[in-house]
């Protein structure tokens, strides 16, 4: 059992780094191989019986991944739109820009076919939105720009298009006018939840103004889009910003309250404590609570792993096995494969598998030698400050690569900040969270959730204070593809394997910081519109405008290890000559940028100097043979393109090569 998700996952994992969609033949060899496996198993469960499964297990999750992708297919738009778009509000958040953001359901588009459109899309709303309040329920219409969920940054960046795939959206957009409303929320129990959820956030924030109640929504309901923009970077920096995210943390935190506090409770009643097993009942009424904060939370994934993470634990209780266990976790990450199997390739999962593997095997380890041999024992009050310690330090140190890798960036205070914000966090805010959701019903749940007030206050205060300090915060570059599953094998042996079997982890590791620091970046990068060049300097990398495509100049920014905002970046000195106009030397070949008003037309007396031009419009005339133009028209084909030097000049790398043929790429 502790093996299997490590085989389930390859097969997974393997799935998505192909460049080309399996076929239907390929699946039906699959399947009869895992038949063929499981027969083996079966008939010699010793021998060759473990290798069966093992190499099984790999094919079953490459299939089980596939079915996940075709199962979850959504129309995508297939083309830039401008105009009416009607839908019903499903979900409300923010955007990376801090625009309110709105997922809309039930979509309809102006002369557009029902086979040709998204059925679900997402919009950012931005400028004056007039008087409309966004709600769960609502019939919205106004006039937006959509198209296509837009493919990486640059080669082998983060893939938006396979995320919005698997979460059903099949376009994005923004709108600049207000917003109209068509239908108040409807009645009914689709939305009911998402509705509760919402009233219960506003309900928070006004008990608690300010960044206070934004944070207390966050944790109660996920909820974050009344948080403000420099409070999430200063937890972030703080490497505080998993306690907004409803992950494991607040999960255990609150059925790991109820359950011992329902099993304080039925112990005072000595005929129910003596004739029914009331452990067995605090573990039901986790679940159960548990249940309830995943379905106000909004289930999104995160949450739902979490969920299925402590779910697990407290069924091990039933059936009166050790709750925390390595067995239990593998389960975990069982059911979890199962249902989500995209959530493998996403952060979330791998930081929080890591975290909890992590802490349940050394405090196993570190129980067993205090039974063993009464080493690490500690006294009754030492030991709750000697658990924060530990468990900060462990969950750190594991999640630590993921982070590193995912965000390109260490929170050098990030134990300190923890060590003085998690135990306020698990004694306080989550209890009175508990108690202000009962009180509630009494009409007092306001009080507890103004004692939230004061150690919300000093979270928030505590993130600030640690962003502020001189080196809060380090950047690191991009890793290549077979960093992450080299340290996630590596993190596997070291937690499996026993006495010196174990020195093997360090293969991996070693290999995995090797090539790691070996990493090197594009010397040239263009985006998908051909409007943003980056040429990498002495001093990081030099992009051609101050503004604009800010998600692409920080995406690459954030990939360099550079913590350069895009006006830093772009007074560097890498792209020479003039607005408009610009110049960049790659080895021996010679790039020109060609940017605004006319730049079409100078295409030709570009291509007499350059061998390569990137123009962000479209060529009046057609270039000669010997210069390589990548126009707006070209780049909609390839994506985001890096060019690199090679004997002959540069040699082109684009985003569509490196995603390959997938179903979320077409």
Not at 175 to 195: C, H, M
Not at 378 to 394: D, Q
Not at 591 to 618: M, P, Y
């Amino acid at each position: 059992m502790h093996w299997a998700p490590l085989f389930l996952g390859t097969g997974v994992g393997t799935y998505f780094a192909l460049l080309s969609e399996p076929t239907g033949p390929i699946y039906a060899s699959l399947i009869a191989f895992v038949a063929f496996c499981a027969l083996i198993a079966w008939l010699w469960p010793w021998g060759f019986g473990p290798l069966a499964i093992a190499v099984g297990l790999v094919g079953f999750g490459f299939c089980l991944a596939g079915a996940r992708a075709h199962y979850v297919a959504e129309p995508v738009l297939g083309f830039r739109y401008y105009g009416p778009v009607e839908g019903r509000i499903v979900k409300i958040d923010r955007s990376q820009s801090d625009a309110v953001r709105l997922t809309l359901d039930r979509v309809r588009l102006d002369d557009v076919g029902p086979t040709m459109h998204a059925t679900t899309v997402r919009v950012s709303l931005h400028g004056d939105q007039g008087y409309l309040a966004p709600a769960i329920g609502q019939r919205i219409a106004m006039t937006a720009h959509l198209s296509g969920p837009n493919g990486p940054v640059e080669p082998g960046g983060f893939d938006f298009q396979r995320m919005a795939w698997f979460r059903g959206i099949g376009a994005v957009g923004y709108a600049r006018v207000p917003a109209l409303l068509l239908k108040p929320p409807e009645p009914g129990i689709a939305l009911a939840v998402s509705r509760m959820r919402q009233n219960i956030s506003a309900w928070v924030r006004g008990v608690l103004p300010g960044e206070t109640g934004a944070f207390a929504a966050a944790i109660t309901t996920g909820d974050r889009s009344a948080m403000g923009k420099d409070t999430i970077g200063a937890l972030r920096a703080s490497n505080l910003a998993h306690l907004l995210a409803i992950s494991g943390l607040h999960m255990g935190l609150l059925t790991g309250f109820i359950f011992q506090a329902m099993r304080m409770v039925l112990s005072l009643w000595q005929s129910v404590a003596l004739r029914y097993p009331i452990k067995k009942l605090a573990a039901c009424a986790a679940i159960l609570s548990g249940a309830f904060y995943l379905a106000l939370s909004g289930g999104n994934i995160a949450t739902e792993r979490a969920f299925v993470m402590v779910a697990t634990m407290f069924v091990a209780i039933l059936f009166d096995r050790r709750a925390l266990s390595l067995r239990a976790v593998a389960m975990a990450a069982i059911i979890v494969l199962t249902l989500h199997s995209e959530a493998l390739v996403e952060p979330g999962f791998q930081m929080s598998f890591a975290a909890t593997t992590a802490l349940v095997a050394v405090f196993g380890w570190l129980r067993d030698r205090a039974r063993n041999d009464g080493a690490w024992r500690a006294s009754k009050w030492a030991r709750p400050v000697l658990a924060v310690v530990i468990s900060s330090f462990v969950a750190g140190m594991a999640t630590a690569p993921f982070g590193a890798a995912h965000f390109n960036q260490i929170s050098h205070f990030g134990l300190l900040a923890n060590l003085l914000s998690v135990p306020i966090m698990g004694a306080l805010i989550m209890p009175l969270a508990v108690l202000a959701a009962l009180l509630s019903t009494a009409g007092l749940g306001w009080l507890p959730v103004k004692l939230m007030g004061p150690p919300i206050d000093w979270i928030i205060g505590v993130a600030r204070f640690v962003s502020s300090l001189d080196g809060a915060t380090g950047q690191v570059p991009a890793p290549p593809d077979a960093v992450l599953p080299m340290v996630a094998v590596g993190g596997i042996l070291a937690t499996l394997l026993t006495r010196r079997a174990r020195l093997m982890a360090l293969v991996p590791f070693v290999a995995a910081a090797l090539l790691w620091s070996q990493a090197t970046r594009p010397p040239v990068l263009i985006s998908s519109t051909g409007g943003l060049v980056g040429v990498m300097t002495d001093a990081g990398r030099d992009l051609s405008k101050p503004r604009g495509e800010a998600f692409a100049a920080l995406s690459w920014l954030e990939n360099d290890g550079d913590a350069a905002d895009q006006e830093t970046a772009f007074a560097r000195v890498g792209l020479t000559g003039k607005p408009g106009h610009l110049t960049a030397k790659l080895g021996g070949a010679v790039l020109i940028h060609l940017t605004g008003r006319g730049a079409g037309d100078r295409v030709l007396d570009a291509c007499g100097e350059a061998d390569l031009v990137a123009l962000s419009g479209k060529p009046t005339t057609d270039p000669p043979a010997n210069c390589t133009l990548l126009d707006r028209a070209a780049l909609s084909k390839t994506g985001a393109v890096a060019l690199w030097p090679d004997a002959d000049g540069f040699r082109i790398e684009t985003a569509r090569a490196r995603a390959g043929n997938r179903l979320w790429t077409r």
